[in-house]
């Protein structure tokens, strides 16, 4: 994963082609970078990136930005229920203990 300016690119690596290429995630627009070293994938990223910055300008858009930190969540209402009670048992909002559950599952 890479970061720059608030967007994240994923990248793989393509061993037959010998080269790393990635994309920038979490947007319906489509930012690819590619490079045959990390230097120059880091520097593809960025110039990726400041590219489709450049061209929202000149179009007078408003750029994407990837990951606001909310989205929607369909659960049973049971589930719902049973989280909304431990999180009232031990204090904090709903949304702070689901977080904190989240985190501790990827760490």
């Not at 627009?29 to 590219?51: C, R, Y």
Request: with cysteine; net charge negative.
């Amino acid at each position: 994963m890479m970061k720059y300016k608030g967007y994240i690119g994923h990248v793989e690596y393509d061993d037959e082609a010998k080269i790393f290429h990635g994309e920038v995630v979490g947007l319906s627009d489509i930012i690819t970078f590619q490079g045959k070293s990390v230097d120059e994938l880091e520097e593809a990223f960025k110039g990726s990136v400041d590219d489709y910055l450049a061209w929202c300008k000149e179009r007078s858009e408003k750029p994407e930005k990837t990951f606001s930190g909310t989205f929607n969540l369909r659960i049973p209402p049971e589930l719902h229920a049973k989280l909304a009670f431990q999180a009232k048992t031990v204090g904090v909002s709903l949304n702070s203990y689901v977080t904190e559950k989240l985190r501790h599952s990827i760490e």
